[in-house]
């Protein structure tokens, strides 16, 4: 027999009123505004838009606001939203190369053409908490140096010349990317997938991954042969133009990972590379994808698989955090039936097992002897 | 007339790059200040869709999908005949809509000029201002490295 359970509605309705008015605060404290949110929260937005895979600062700032500044929340929102819109097309690739570079570092080379720059960065902070920040102290205009533009080639580029790096990834000629949002997951999948997997996969997961491949599970040595943040222009065809349409520019980072390679069956000894690109400016995110990159090439490259960082299946399937919170949290949700089932069960196994001891030893001997 | 007509599309394309770039905000007002007509028959949208972000394995090796990105278009036919259309990054419809009228005035030889002088001009001066103080704020974080001499000779 199957009984609905009916209610709870008012309870629900009043839930959301009050998450409404928790979400708000105390009223005498100003309301933030979406453009606070861009301006100064800035890499948390990056994060809901590189994670819910949608680019649109504002819509990522209200998806923070609405989410009570819970990012996985804000994720899904904007995964949620994405998809009450019709697609235009497929960009053209964006040229990394001519990039409107922020911040561009290289840990394999000192002296490399158009420099080394810091940008807006974290590092070589004391990490030590600002208590003229907290008091609303005013913040001074960067600094300005003038200087002719310098052209600013991939370091991927640089190493190729000597033919000790494996050049960039090339798919077959006929390959046509594939695309996580219209075709189902399939194992084994082709190496232009699993970065779009990486690309929005969660920041936390892929660093945890990455970080295991640093301390021994899939050792691979890598090195940042480079890490840039800047913005690129973006180009669409349209049927109605002779021309590939301008969009605008965005902010991406990329992240080219250079890694040690004693060689095997199938490869000479060369550097090899992982690679990252992500949404915004998250130098940890496309570090995280790029070493995860390079370890899910493990097969490709015929290396052992023995750890959890090199297993595609694991990595792809768990590397989303929509559907693991999805899943995840629904076990929040009434499973009562369900319930009502495995405690009758429990209810009966248990009074087998008490008659089977209350029986005595004699059932018991009997029972080893079977 | 090849040669021509590739000069042409450059400048066209240029100017819909500076028309996709800018704050709809700066849009509205050099419009206004220009008196430019804002009436035209929409022949599509303004609507917003998603693009899907194309990157390259390794920077310049196969294709891939990134994510996607919220651009809103639009096209419009003006009484002259002309019809323009428009594609942007973001959700702004007026500033959609605005950017198709320009592109249709754009390419009426008769008013070119006075787009390019009153609206694509200076948003393309505010861009590059833009563009050369962000470059000169990175460049002054650029590393010079310099050498110490420890010890004897």
New interface residues.
């Given amino acids: 027999m199957y009984v609905a359970v009916k209610g709870g509605e008012a309870a629900i309705a009043n839930a959301h009123r009050l998450l409404a008015d928790r979400r708000r605060g105390d009223r005498s404290v100003p309301a933030l505004r979406l453009d606070q949110i861009v301006e100064q929260l800035a890499l948390g937005v990056d994060r809901v ?2 994670e819910g ?4 600062r ?2 990522a700032a209200l998806a923070v606001v609405q989410a009570r500044g819970d990012l996985i929340e804000a994720i899904f929102l904007v995964r949620a939203y ?1 998809t009450t ?10 040229d ?2 001519a990039m ?4 561009r570092v290289s840990a394999t080379y ?2 490399l053409p158009g ?6 960065t974290f590092d070589y902070t004391h990490r030590l908490l600002d208590p003229e920040l907290a008091a609303g102290a005013d913040v001074a205009e ?6 002719e ?1 310098e052209p600013m080639p ?1 370091v ?2 640089i190493l190729a010349h000597e033919g000790l790096i494996e ?5 077959p000629r006929d ?1 046509v ?5 219209r075709e189902p997951l399939e194992f084994p999948m082709a ?3 699993r ?2 997997a990486l ?2 996969g969660d920041e936390g997961f892929l660093l945890a991954l990455g970080y295991s491949t640093q301390r021994g599970y899939a050792r691979n040595h890598p090195f940042v042969g480079e890490v840039r943040i800047g913005e690129v ?2 180009e ?1 065809d ?1 049927p ?4 590939a ?6 902010r ?1 980072t ?1 992240c ?1 990972m250079v890694n040690q390679f004693k060689g095997s069956a199938k490869a000479p000894p060369q550097f090899t ?1 992982g ?1 990252g ?3 915004g400016q998250s130098e940890r995110k496309a570090m995280a994808m790029a070493l995860c990159d390079r370890a899910l090439r493990a097969s490709e490259l015929g290396e052992d698989v023995v750890a959890a960082a090199q297993d595609e299946e694991f990595v792809i399937s768990h590397a989303d955090n929509v559907q693991a919170t999805g899943f995840v949290e629904h076990l929040k949700l009434p499973h009562y039936v369900d319930f009502q089932a495995e405690l009758d069960l429990v209810r009966r196994m248990r009074a087998e097992y008490d008659a089977r001891a209350n029986a005595g030893p004699v059932d018991e001997k009997r029972e080893a002897a079977e | 007339m090849r040669g021509q007509e590739a000069r042409e ?1 450059a400048g ?2 240029a100017a ?2 500076t028309l ?2 800018a704050g709809g905000d700066e849009m509205l007002r050099l419009w206004a200040d220009a008196g430019l007509p804002e009436d035209a028959e929409m022949l599509r949208g303004p ?25 809103t ?1 639009a ?1 419009v036919r003006l009484p002259s005949g002309h019809v323009g ?1 428009s ?5 702004d419809k007026r500033k959609a809509r605005l950017a198709a009228i320009a592109d249709a005035l754009w390419q009426d030889p008769a008013r070119r000029e006075e787009i390019e002088a009153r609206i694509i001009a200076p948003l393309r001066a505010e861009h590059e201002k833009a ?1 050369e ?11 010079d ?1 310099f050498t110490m001499v420890r010890g004897e000779d």
Avoid: C, W
């Fill in positions: 838009m590189s895979s949608l680019y649109d504002e819509l994405r819109l019709p697609r235009f097309g497929y960009s053209n690739p964006v990394t190369g409107r570079v922020e911040r000192k002296d420099g080394q720059l810091l940008g807006p960067p600094a300005r140096r003038e200087s533009a991939r991927s580029a050049p960039d990834g090339d798919m390959h990317a594939g695309d996580i949002t190496r232009d997938i970065l779009q690309s929005r222009e973006l669409l349209v109605e133009l002779p021309f349409v301008p969009l605008g520019s965005i991406v990329e080219q590379r690679y690109l992500v949404f | 599309q066209r394309k819909m790059a996709a770039r609507e917003t869709g998603l693009v899907t972000v194309r990157g390259r394995i390794g920077g310049g090796g196969a294709p891939f999908n990134v994510g996607e990105a919220t651009v278009r096209t259309h594609y942007a990054l973001g959700r563009h103080q962000r470059r000169a704020e990175t460049a002054a974080t650029k590393v490295f």
